[in-house]
């Protein structure tokens, strides 16, 4: 084992794709690394049940504020001298940035970019995300190590919007893992080919305006009674007072259930027929992973960037142009010529594969040791 020091930061142990990504990834880097952490600064969350605590840290650090964050991180690097930080999402990169500036120990710095640095900046509502953070970027990117995105879209749209000399390497994320390999293994796989007339669908991701939720309830709306389709969304969030509201209005009780946040999610991707997605943009979106893991065919948005990287363009589902209600009904009429097809969805179960945490850890291992010249 190498004696170095590997950090990683996560704001909490709530159930979502950083959280899960760098759980899994600290897991497995602490079979090659002595000391590996993890740094968070909100101790709510399941997902600490995850965390192999025999080898892996953790750390309540004060980050509830930026300015907290700052000062907390400036002090941890002081004093627990880590040889490598890996920050999720670009605020806080630039905190850690700034801290280690300001720090008399220098620790090389990871900034994971998982969403499309351009798209988010520009639709963020806070003066600081949408005007300060790209311009603070542009200064200050040559003091990171290592960018690591998530989807060749998002690592293209970060040389754009910085420079094409940015040090970045593209690594997607860890999604096929123990955890969901168990669960397919101990649970009852829903014969996909089906007789009948409904049609189920699942969506899950936070209820925020980037995951088009709104909009995929007119996308329901527009084809439900001539498919006869039902839909099972999983996920919470500030959108979901408005989404109850929209179906309603549509009078979709019958048809749509909202089941809120649930961490059993995994059972609702694996009894559906599809599993449908209008992201107006995303990094990359695990979920899509997971559900062709269970041979739920995929039907999403073609958005910027992840959707199409992990259809390989449309060869491993369904890719609609977002909010459009007539490519959207197209695909449901493709997909469902696939339904009774077991060999396209063993196909598409195999590409899944490919996203693995193993696949995923071992990258990031190789490049950690290059940081570190070992």
């Known amino acids: 084992m190498e004696k170095k020091h590997i950090v990683f930061l996560i704001p909490s142990f709530e159930v979502g794709g950083i959280e899960r990504s760098f759980i899994n990834l600290a897991n497995r880097v602490s079979e090659e690394f002595t000391h590996v952490g993890i740094w968070h600064w909100f101790n709510r969350g399941p ?190 969030g500030s959108l979901n007072i408005l989404l109850q509201e929209k179906i309603n209005k549509y009078n979709l009780n019958s048809r749509i259930k909202l089941v809120g946040f649930s961490k059993n999610y995994l059972t609702y991707l694996n009894e559906a027929d599809f599993f449908v997605a209008n992201s107006q943009y995303e990094g990359f979106q695990n979920v899509i992973v997971e559900a062709m893991f269970f041979g739920t065919i995929p039907i999403v948005s073609d958005c910027p960037h992840g959707p199409s990287e992990i259809l390989n363009n449309g060869e491993f589902g369904y890719l609609f142009s977002i909010n459009s209600k007539e490519a959207f009904k197209q695909c449901l009429n493709k997909a469902l010529t696939k339904i009774n097809d077991k060999n396209f969805r063993d196909k598409i179960s195999c590409r899944a594969n490919y996203f693995s945490s193993e696949r995923s850890a071992t990258a990031y291992l190789e490049e950690f040791k290059r940081l570190l010249n070992i």
């Open 47 to 236: 997902l600490k049940s995850d965390i192999n605590l025999s080898s892996v840290e953790t750390k309540f650090i004060n980050g509830k504020r930026l300015v907290k964050l700052f000062s907390s991180l400036v002090r941890e690097f002081r004093t627990s001298k880590p040889d490598i930080v890996v920050t999720p999402m670009y605020m806080i990169g630039m905190v850690a940035i700034i801290s280690k500036i300001f720090s008399t120990h220098k620790p090389k710095l990871v900034i994971g970019c998982r969403n499309t640095f351009s798209l988010q900046t520009s639709s963020a509502k806070r003066f600081l995300d949408k005007y300060i953070l790209p311009i603070l970027y542009k200064i200050f990117y040559k003091r990171v190590d290592l960018f690591i995105a998530i989807s060749k879209g998002v690592a293209n749209d970060l040389k754009r919007s910085l420079s094409n000399k940015i040090n970045i390497k593209v690594i997607y994320n860890p999604v096929i893992d123990k955890r969901i390999n168990e669960f397919k293994s101990s649970s009852i796989l829903i014969n996909k080919e089906s007789n009948t007339k409904q049609i189920n669908l699942v969506s899950v991701g936070r209820l925020e305006p980037q995951k088009g939720m709104l909009e995929l309830i007119d996308l329901f709306y527009f084809c439900y009674e001539e498919f006869n389709l039902h839909l099972t969304i999983c996920g919470q």
